[in-house]
């Protein structure tokens, strides 16, 4: 059902049509690359080519001569000037973890193939690359550090000198006794997997515009970031630069999914150019720069063992993930981050007594790791759920059987996870019934059998998860990291009574100009169309975290809603003097202010605007002038979504080739907002998935050289490979958020690479192949069987 | 990602861009539809002196049945061969083939003859061209030649044209009385480079008695590979099982794939002989 824009009916939950539809499709959208500042110079960064090597010396004078070139910069040039990016967790809070610099511009040696080791600034990119091509870095290679295995060895060359030894950070935790488990239980399985090292690659590259007026003395930065705030500080922090001097615009973004959640070495030297030659420059990288060096994510050697009784219920679960982080760390969250998040993420929806889990990073000569949708979920969900298969298949029982056996029921929410964390409510059992039966699993059961007597491979995978959105600021503080939680919003009425919402969160595809102003209009008893919401702008918005983490309905509404209420008591506070109906008796609704027991509209809620704003000689004296509020909002310790994925595959058993036939979503992120947004964050959360189960590889060679650098090497799922997800979802509101939010950027990326390795194992279960690693290429699945059949 | 620089020109007439490669030597290079050589272009993995814009030349865009023979013209857009009613009824491969070229937006730019002369092993029109033993026509300011498109690929990006010289028609023979066909390709995504792709045609008589044969494999090998050993064993046979898989283990014996990361040369070996089989299987069953 769909609600009028202009509607003024319970707006949170209304199919409402989104925003910024006409905006987007009509191309008229504004990127960092739309924007052309007068005089503005263009740069583009030389790149090494090896993976790890030292640098001996660097002659740009060809460089500097060439036409149009304003200046050239190396490492040496700027030593001292901006400061390296180094993470550093609280030491009490993350003892094991060793920080390292990684340097603007590459100092002594690069560390990985695409690190940055000059700059140009020229006229525009073609005089810029040009150039680029001209400056002689001469390189003393080093034996480079090419995998984890490599990495571990004793003697292995070290990526960086200072740690002694290749390790970013291990960590360690045992919960429940876990070799008491494995001893009683009836039956051990285990796993060894590997994960294909990729990507977020958003459709828009990584850039950014900076100009600096020396007259106000300002720094301005337009960037295609998720967190304009996070990256105003730490520009501030590298470049020594005021803070209160620096503007961060982040303009429409096409996409982030974690990439631009960071400041990167490329950001730091705009904005000290634009400084130091009083010019608009502009970085715009290209794809080939994305993907070699932005962020890769998720190359983890996991081995793990789950116990069960007979009955398949979990008695233990250990597991060991081993990630390898490349070079670097990302900045400012630690790239030992999602090794800890999968390992930690291993018991899932499920009953767990005994738990135990080693994480371990390792720094390598490639692209730095970093949080890409779902993080570290992705693989723990793999993992674990690669383990409750093969406990059915060992036990006699059915795949979705088994987990409906271990799953956190309904009733016993609250309910307290091996991990401390508190579920607040779900559906778990819930989701994977509904998921079935969207499916017709028993039809679709009687129809692999008879395609297996024709010789055709059909399988059914499960994948179900439980995700802890919108992580608050002590759950930052307990892993020592220094990250908020928190989030921003003012909320502000103009004299005909409309809203203009201004919050730290970042919308870069998530609608949040839809759904953000769905709360407010409810919040302020408006029409939609009378609230406009403002984001990425750090001269504009209340210092926010930007969006990340499946957090900003939870924290942006959250924000807004208590902002709203703030704004909504003093409104109804002086209506009450106007009307002489006790405040607790009126309520915002329609536009109006209305009586609450009976609904009579007393007075429209843009007369009151006018008069406190503008009459303002008639505001009661102990009244403050002004119609707006401020909040702040920390989120509750924990909310949890859960969904349950099921894919439908064929596999050709002669090519290896893995068709999707079909794919399922039960979702739940709690209390909806608009089912359409929701709709489409769980399709394109799914394509991604999907990218990571069949797709997505950046491949180096021993030598650590780059082999996938373009999009005929990576490769992605693209509209034709990805099916129409059947979508169904349940709504279990979160009894701690405002209007029952959960969140839920993140879940659809999460489950598809365990729902799709199973559907694989359970259509090659008549060879009995062993699915042990993703992505599932043709050629790997093909040698699972071949495997196999050598073997039989 | 922005080219080095180079001089652009665009002729109006063959004879203008005859004249104007003569002029440019071995530095000028022919632009058609793009679709390859602006990418390496811009990824600055081929620079040129000079680029030499086919595009307004449209009396190299035609598709023309000339009794036995079906001539495109050098500059036909993909997408106009894919739709062709009249190479539909003289030699519908090349519209299967032609589907198979990248995606839409591609196939409305590149053009058969930019696909031939890049000489990309595993693209559709230098396989297709191969097992049809179409006739390559070549000209340069002073002369004219027909090449065999068997002998016009070389090395992988490799053929027989010369600096000098335009691709201007390709002659494809029509498909003969009881000729049918078959076309596998095995790729990671629809619209990529295969990773191996069989094509094949064979003259069938009205038992199902097999009279010609010609197989021709993309994308493991590094040219398109006519194996013309396959003929001998599939002629006289009405196609069954024991055949089909001698056909296709003579096919995968023929190359000499080389690997990347979407196949190993071993696996396209592989391939080479499962999609043998389907394509030999395709074609009788047509």
Redesign the interface.
Known sequence: MEASQGGTGKMVGAQVRRVEDPRVLLGKSQYVDDLDLPNSLALAFVRSPYAHARIVSIDAAAAQNQPGVRLVLTGADIAGAIKPLRVEYEPAKAPTHKPCDWPVLAQDKVRFVGEAAAVVVAAD??AA??AA?LIDVEYEPLEPVSDVEQALAADAPLVHEEWGDNVMQTLQAEIGDVAKAFQEADCVVSERLTTGRHMALPMETRGCVASFEPATDTLTVWSSTQVPHVLRSHIALVLDFPEHHIRVVAPDVGGGFGQKGHLFPEEAVSAYLAHRLGRAVKWIE???ENLSASLHAKQQAVQAELAVRQDGTILGIRGRFVGDVGAYSEYPWGSAFEAGHAASSLPGPYKTPAFSFEAVSVATNKTTIGVYRGVGLPIGVLTMERLMDLAAHKLGLDPAEIRLRNMIRKEEHPYTTIIGAEVESGSHRESLQKALDILGYQECRAEQQRARAQGRYLGIGIGCYLEGTAPSSAAFASMGLNLGGYESATVRMDVAGKVTVLVGTHSHGQSHETTLAQVAADELGVPLADVKIIEGDTNAVPYGMGTWGSRSAVTGGGAISRASEKLRNKMLRIASRMTEVPDDDLELAEGMIRRRADTTPLMPIKELAHRVLVQAGSLPRDEEPGLDATAHYEPPPSTHANATHIALVEVDS??G?VTLLRYIVVEDCGTIINPTVVDGQIQGGVAQGIGTAL?E?A?YDENGQF??G?L??Y?I??A??VPQVEIGHIESPSPHTPHGIKGVGEGGAIAPPAAIANAVADALAPFEVRVDAIPL???RV?GWIEQRQAAA | MKPAPFKYARPGSVDEALALLQAGGDEAKVLAGGQSFVPLLNLRMASVESIVDLNRLDDLAYIRRDNDTLCIGAMTRHRQIEVSDEVQAAQPLLCRAAAEVGHLAIRNRGTIGGSLVHADPAAEWPLVAAALDAQLVLRSQDNSRTVAAREFFLAPLMTAIEPAEILCEVRFPVAPAGAVWGFQELCRRPGDFAIVAIACQLTLDDSGTCSTASLAVGGAHSTPLHVADVEPIVVGSQGDAAVLTAAAEKAAAAVDPSGDVHGSADYRRRMVKVLAQRALKEAWSA
């Open positions: 990119r073609y690359e040009d091509g290209d794809r080939r002669d090519t080739q797709y590889h491949l082999l996938t373009t005929m090497d490769l799922p693209t034709i490979d290429t043709p050629e093909l």
